[in-house]
């Protein structure tokens, strides 16, 4: 997976990060655009694919407490374009 914080339009934040498992993620879209749908994918090190959800809403809360303690890279993909950001559960 090739991390940038912004290779694209969609910005969105991730809080807390690190975490313990639950985070919050706010997906900010240009007003321009008028995207609805937001696929986001959680990856783990190795690029395994560790969760998927489509979501229309732009505030939501992903449970990764299951998870082992690491360093995951969340991506947010729209129509047409993507972001992705490092997001890390601690203890």
Do not use: W
Not at 6 to 14: L, V
Not at 44 to 63: A, K, P, R, V
Request: negative net charge; proline residues 5%; contains cysteine.
């Amino acid at each position: 997976i090739t991390v940038s914080q912004n290779d694209a339009e969609t910005d969105f934040t991730i809080y807390p990060n690190p975490t313990s498992g639950k985070a919050n993620v706010i997906i900010s879209l240009p007003i321009n655009i008028g995207m609805k749908m937001k696929s986001i994918e959680i990856y783990n090190m190795y690029g395994e694919c560790i969760h998927q959800h489509i979501s229309t809403s732009s505030n939501f809360q992903i449970d990764l407490s299951s998870q082992p303690q690491g360093v995951y890279f969340l991506r947010v993909k729209t129509e047409r374009e993507s972001s992705t950001q490092k997001l890390i559960i601690s203890p």
